[in-house]
């Protein structure tokens, strides 16, 4: 009903119950005035609506942390800056993403396609990813908008050591950002299509793992986390 009036029927389908065991529940939040009944169809009422405004958020950090409430609770979540920690119900039902032990220094090879359809790419790395910066090349040569923002060392080694690939960056107009601040996450990564966050442990270690999320919500708060870091970045071109 958060989107609008429901039928019984529809409210049966999306609880997969059945309507004996809906009507007396629809009936008490009739009678709680937290519901209203029109003809065949039911309404949240003025109530109604701000409870459920309050649940929303709840209801999204649950899945937040549901399986996964052991990687944030063991990782430095410092790197999520306060504004974006009260929104973290943003991201939603979240996958913990473990690597495959004999690809684990590779791109996989399931987000490389999604990266290679996107129009919009933003990541950050604290870390080297030899891989990583062609790819951002590519998508950038594919027509898409891309910010790479890169922990000053890394920026560094990547100018020096790799100019083909550091040419390569500048030539297909790829936005290159310094970070020089020290608290910092693993990584992130933002598409069209999924959010990656990758963060250290408590102790600073590093840890192949990371946070995913496919909803739009997570995307949006993705890029919100972006835009916070690229405004503590210096912009090199």
Not at 73 to 100: A, N, Q, T, V, Y
Request: charged share 30%; with cysteine.
């Amino acid at each position: 009903m958060a989107n609008g009036p429901k039928s019984a029927d529809e409210i049966k389908d999306g609880l997969h119950g059945d309507v004996f065991s809906i009507m007396p529940q629809l009936k008490k939040l009739k009678d709680m005035d937290v519901i209203i009944q029109k003809r065949d169809t039911y309404e949240l009422s003025d109530i109604g609506k701000i409870i459920v405004e309050k649940m929303l958020p709840l209801t999204g950090l649950l899945q937040v942390f549901e399986g996964n409430n052991n990687y944030w609770s063991k990782h430095d979540r410092r790197p999520i800056p306060e504004h974006l920690m009260k929104k973290i119900h943003m991201l939603g039902k979240c996958k913990l993403d473990e690597p495959d032990l004999d690809h684990l220094f590779e791109f996989p090879k399931d987000l490389k396609k999604m990266l290679g359809r996107s129009e919009k790419l933003r990541s950050f790395y604290s870390f080297f990813c030899p891989e990583c910066p062609s790819i951002q090349a590519t998508c950038a040569k594919n027509g898409a908008k891309v910010d790479l923002i890169l922990d000053e060392k890394v920026y560094v080694r990547l100018k020096n050591d790799f100019k083909d690939t550091y040419n390569l960056l500048l030539e297909n107009n790829v936005s290159l950002y310094i970070y020089r601040g020290k608290i910092k996450p693993s990584s992130f990564i933002i598409s069209n299509e999924f959010m990656m966050l990758k963060l250290f442990g408590k102790e600073g270690e590093f840890d192949h793992r990371n946070i995913m999320s496919f909803n739009s919500s997570a995307i949006e708060w993705g890029n919100e986390l972006a835009d916070y870091y690229i405004g503590l970045s210096e912009k090199v071109n």
